[in-house]
């Protein structure tokens, strides 16, 4: 997604020791945040190379089969987040009927 | 007429029935002798309470029984829905019953695709993929679209699970392959849906206009097909949506500023209220303006990272034009005031974006709120001391 950086903190975490280099993860990230690694994907592995452009969305986490990667996924709603310091209840989408996303 | 489906549907005897809503009068129905309308095939298929959705065109015998076929036609009642959401009307249930549909004339090899039970991405692909033949396998998504159920969890493993099999859809087809959108993969892990149902899920574009190509390549999508977008147009159609988000505070909010607006050297003025808390409520517009339409017009050219500046800043300037066309009865110290709170409305009312922007961490956003909420209350408090103040120097 050119044009557009955010503060790029988030909490992905990628253990190339476990990836078994299946691509999953290149398929699924909306942000390329994956690419191949060195040698060819079958057996290979891919690597980091966009750490910062990570939202968070957790697609690559759910979808890796060998649990290479952890990401916490979250609600990046600003009223959600607000309604949980609030209440003390965590974010959701819900805060008006699931009107904020 | 489109008729709302009832949260918890107790009786749904067909996908592509919908059962009414209790009291609700209904001239289809069959025990009508009324003609005001006749649904398509409601007399075979509608039950006293239930009706046909308008967009079912027929039904296909197939070994998983009758699946409703869906007409590609957008009708006016369709578009009126769609405005609706778009303008946040009604957005709690804009829904369609869960289960199987056939988009024009499917067979055993036809393709397979998963979407959500939002209607407005179900008519999306009404329309984009009129010409193609495919099943479409509807989640219960509570009515919400594929990303941010995705995200909830609805759009998730189990609820794929559950509709692949009740759905019958391995009777229907010769192959095991499912297409999902991509938006679908934060809540759907493929490698457990492959296990549970045999179905291998394939994660096609983000966008629905790209799943004609997706299909033609033999279920290969480019690089630019799976990375997320936000352009301008896709920023516009969320303005009337980020608007109507900034209306409900208002019933608490107006009342406020028209009785800091009458207090001044005689306690408290009528007079004073009226036109001084008219010019308040002006620069709360001009925040408004600037954080919930300028911010997402101008997004990538309002170069800072964090929301709150860029709402901050583009509130400052709509702020600014505003004082400098309407402004001239203001003192300076009204005019500051103005200028505080309408880049601090701004700067919360952009803050709020980070949500719909497809490009922002949970972890960064509760960051930036750290740093700025206390900085837009802060504001916002100096701001409306200010305009108090601003009386007493006339």
């Not at chain 1, 040698?39 to 690559?60: F, Q, Y």
């Amino acid at each position: 997604m050119q044009g557009y950086d955010y503060l790029g903190i988030n909490t992905l975490h990628f253990d190339a020791e476990k990836c078994v280099g299946c691509g999953m993860c290149l398929t699924v990230c909306p942000h390329a945040v994956f690419v191949k690694g060195e040698g060819n994907l079958k057996g290979g592995k891919v690597a980091l190379d966009k750490p910062s452009k990570c939202m968070e969305c957790g697609a690559c986490a759910i979808n890796c089969p060998v649990a290479a990667i952890t990401v916490t996924p979250g609600v990046g709603c600003a009223s959600a987040i607000l309604h949980s310091w609030i209440t003390g209840e965590e974010a959701s989408c819900d805060c008006s009927g699931g009107g904020c996303c | 007429m489109v008729q709302k489906a009832s949260k918890e549907p107790t009786l749904v005897p067909l996908d592509g029935v919908v059962v009414l809503e209790g009291e609700e009068e209904n001239c289809c129905s069959p025990d009508s002798v009324s003609d005001c309308c006749t649904p398509a095939m409601g007399d075979v298929h509608a039950r006293a309470g239930i009706m046909v959705y308008p967009f079912v065109s027929g039904w296909l015998d197939t070994p998983a029984g009758e699946v409703p076929r869906v007409s590609p036609v957008i009708t006016d009642a369709d578009r009126r829905g769609t405005i609706a959401m778009r303008v946040g009307i009604g957005r709690d249930s804009y829904e369609i019953t869960p289960g199987l549909y056939a988009f024009g004339e499917p067979g055993e090899n036809s393709p397979v695709i998963v979407t959500c039970n939002y209607k407005l991405t179900f008519d999306l692909l009404r329309s984009t993929l009129k010409k193609l033949d495919l099943w479409v396998v509807v989640l219960d998504t509570k009515g919400i679209n594929v990303w941010c159920a995705a995200g909830k969890g609805t759009f998730g493993t189990a609820e794929v699970i559950k509709r692949v099999k009740e759905s019958g859809v391995e009777k229907v087809v010769a192959h095991r392959d499912l297409i999902l959108p991509q938006f679908g993969a934060p809540g759907v892990s493929a490698h457990e849906v492959k296990r549970a149902t045999g179905f291998k899920v394939n994660y096609g574009p983000i966008r629905a206009e790209d799943i004609t190509a997706y299909l033609d390549a033999g279920l290969v999508a480019t690089p630019s097909m799976r990375e997320a977008t936000f352009t301008l147009k896709e920023r516009v159609v969320l303005i009337p949506v980020e608007i109507s988000l900034l209306l409900s505070p208002l019933k608490w909010v107006i009342p406020l500023l028209f009785i800091l607006s009458g207090l001044g050297p005689s306690i408290w003025s009528p007079s004073a209220a009226v036109t001084r808390g008219f010019a308040l409520f002006m620069g709360l517009f001009a925040g408004g303006l600037g954080g919930a339409v300028i911010l997402p017009l101008l997004l990538p050219y309002l170069f800072w990272r964090e929301f709150s500046l860029k709402g901050a800043a583009a509130g400052a300037g709509v702020t600014l034009i505003g004082l400098l066309l309407f402004g001239g009865a203001l003192n300076w110290l009204e005019a500051l005031s103005l200028m505080v709170l309408g880049s601090a409305v701004a700067s919360y009312a952009g803050m709020n974006f980070t949500g719909t922007a497809p490009f922002t961490s949970p972890t960064s956003v509760e960051k930036e709120m750290r740093r700025w909420v206390p900085i837009q209350i802060g504001a916002a408090a100096a701001a409306l001391a200010a305009w108090v103040g601003g009386a007493f120097i006339g």
